[in-house]
């Protein structure tokens, strides 16, 4: 079982990597997609070994809220930026910024070292740092993209690898916050991307990184 | 001692005869994939029968390189199956001449060799498309290196018999996150070092957009079959690495009876046409990229093995 979470982890890892670097918005939001299922998959895995009903309704809720509800909503809300516009310009190029995010590992498993030398539970070991990774990868992913929809995916990046490292340490959080917390993600990630679609409106782009100075008209 | 070596000859064989089979069935899988009907999937053979009688024309400008570099191209993937598991679990008789590094030279001194040929004639083409195939090249370098860093180092080993071993036994091994990772990364290699889709067109006939075709435009008749003939070796060998290493190590004689081993033969046809389903498909769905944005693709590759890297040492495994 350890097995299967070290895959689902490595996997999570991965596609973080993609969602930093990947050129085309629609394939971010597809990897954004496995990302989801990678993260139900591991809390059923856990919710498995601890025989918790909480993390089942986790994986449920992460299933339904952002595996499947936030990238339709994404889909249909801006679907003309995702065909129109195919390529995501970026504040460095690629493999710079890649090699960064690798960089970025390993800072997250030396951030979380100190507390897994406490910790004695397996999967602890295994998701606390990728989590970790999770959240920086997506914090860079805002930093260094140039176009709202990836800087959106940036943050529920942020959110997945918060969860993913949530899940193993609080094996049975209160159902009230697990509700709230995908809840919030929707609110967010509707705000967002209305917004998105507003500045497209009226300005033609999305490219949020060179709206830098504010107009007065 | 006398059987090994015997085994061992039979392997080489079987990479000779077969590999122009595998590329025949990927040239006819393609076609049908796009409702045409096809060549023969014995069409290679065939070239290369053709291109063994046809008379070679050398230019006067070249020199030895461009004679002697056909057959360097043809016997530096013998040399490699001789060292590989194709058939048989147990390492056999030049099993322990180099490992998957010293594999990975011999391979590159072919392709040192093609590049300098295709500079010899002249030929304005030849060139261009070898100072790509060398681009293409070290940037696949690095990741060939990382990958082999990261078997090394979860196995203990760099002979691809031990390796094979470590990732079955037990089976969850096989889950392991940076075996599966090192699987992508090797992949993602495959379809550079090979000129398939997202890097190069292998069927492509228009010389400026050429890759890895395009160093042997100059060669004719028995210079081009054996070149031809080399190329497919080469790609049978690396699917072997791929295959009987790192994604599917079963159906592999593991005793000394002569029938296993000819059981073997059919059983590795049969693995490799099931990648080659799965190739095909990956070659349908994707365009080719733009020449500059490979070193992104290579850059996926090398960031995927150096994650399996990271993953194998900050001991996130199960």
């Known amino acids: 079982m350890t097995q299967f979470n070290a895959l689902m982890g490595g996997l999570f890892i991965l596609t973080a990597f993609g969602i930093v670097g990947l050129r085309q918005i629609l394939g971010s939001l597809r990897l954004f997609v496995a990302q989801s299922l990678l993260l139900a998959a591991s809390a059923f895995i856990l919710g498995a070994t601890h025989a918790s009903v909480h993390l089942f309704v986790v994986a449920g809720i992460v299933l339904v809220v952002k595996a499947f509800f936030i990238p339709w909503l994404l889909y249909r809300v801006l679907s003309h930026e995702l065909h129109a516009k195919r390529e995501i310009e970026q504040a460095l190029d690629v493999t710079t910024s890649l090699l960064l995010a690798a960089g970025l590992t390993v800072i997250a498993y030396f951030l979380v070292n100190p507390l897994l030398i406490a910790a004695s539970d397996p999967f602890i070991r295994i998701n606390l740092p990728v989590g970790m990774a999770g959240v920086l990868l997506g914090a860079y992913a805002v930093a260094v993209r140039r176009e709202a929809l990836p800087q959106l995916l940036g943050i529920l990046t942020m959110e997945n690898g918060a969860f993913f490292a949530g899940i193993s340490i609080a094996s049975d959080l209160p159902l009230l916050t697990e509700l709230a917390a995908a809840f919030d993600v929707l609110i967010i990630a509707v705000v967002v991307g209305l917004l998105t679609r507003r500045i497209h409106k009226q300005v033609g782009t999305t490219l949020v990184g060179v709206m830098a100075r504010l107009k007065e008209e | ?318």
């Not at chain 2, 203990?156 to 990364?185: C, D, R």
């Not at chain 2, 050429?210 to 080469?234: F, P, T, V």
């Not at chain 2, 791929?242 to 081993?261: I, M, Q, R, Y």
Request: charged residues 15%; proline residues 5%.
């Open chain 2, 1 to 318: 001692m006398g059987e090994k070596i015997f085994f061992n000859l039979i392997q080489l064989l079987v990479v000779m005869v077969f590999s122009p089979l595998i590329k025949g069935i990927i040239d006819r899988l393609k076609e049908m994939v796009q409702s045409k009907r096809g060549p023969s999937i014995l069409q290679p053979y065939r070239d290369i029968w053709k291109l063994f009688h046809k008379d070679e024309v050398v230019s006067e400008q070249s020199s030895w390189i461009f004679r002697f570099t056909p057959y360097v191209c043809f016997t530096a993937p013998m040399f490699v199956s001789l060292l590989i598991p194709v058939l048989t679990d147990y390492p056999l008789f030049f099993a322990f001449m180099a490992d998957m590094l010293g594999g990975g030279f011999v391979l590159a001194l072919a392709g040192f060799f093609a590049t300098l040929a295709a500079v010899d004639t002249g030929n304005p083409y030849g060139p261009m498309g070898a100072s790509r195939t060398r681009m293409v090249g070290f940037l696949a370098e690095p990741v060939f290196m990382i990958v082999f860093f990261t078997v090394s180092f979860v196995a203990g080993s760099t002979i691809p018999y031990i390796v094979q071993k470590v990732w079955i036994t037990p089976l969850a091994n096989f889950f392991e996150p940076s075996h599966v990772l090192v699987m992508l990364a090797f992949l993602m290699l495959i379809l550079a070092e090979n000129g398939r889709i997202p890097v190069d067109n292998p069927s492509g006939h228009f010389e400026l957009a050429m890759i890895d075709e395009s160093k042997g435009l100059e060669c004719s008749g028995r210079a081009a079959a054996l070149m031809k003939w080399g190329g497919c070796m080469k790609f049978f060998v690396l699917l072997c690495i791929f295959l009987n290493v790192l994604v599917t190590p079963w159906g592999l004689a593991s005793s000394g009876s002569v029938w296993e081993v000819l059981l073997a033969v059919p059983l590795i046809l049969f693995k490799m046409i099931l990648f080659i389903v799965v190739l095909v498909m990956i070659e349908s769905s994707l365009a080719k990229l733009r020449l500059y944005r490979i070193t992104e693709f290579m850059g996926a590759a090398f960031i995927t093995c150096v994650a399996a890297l990271l993953l194998q040492l900050l001991e996130i495994q199960g």
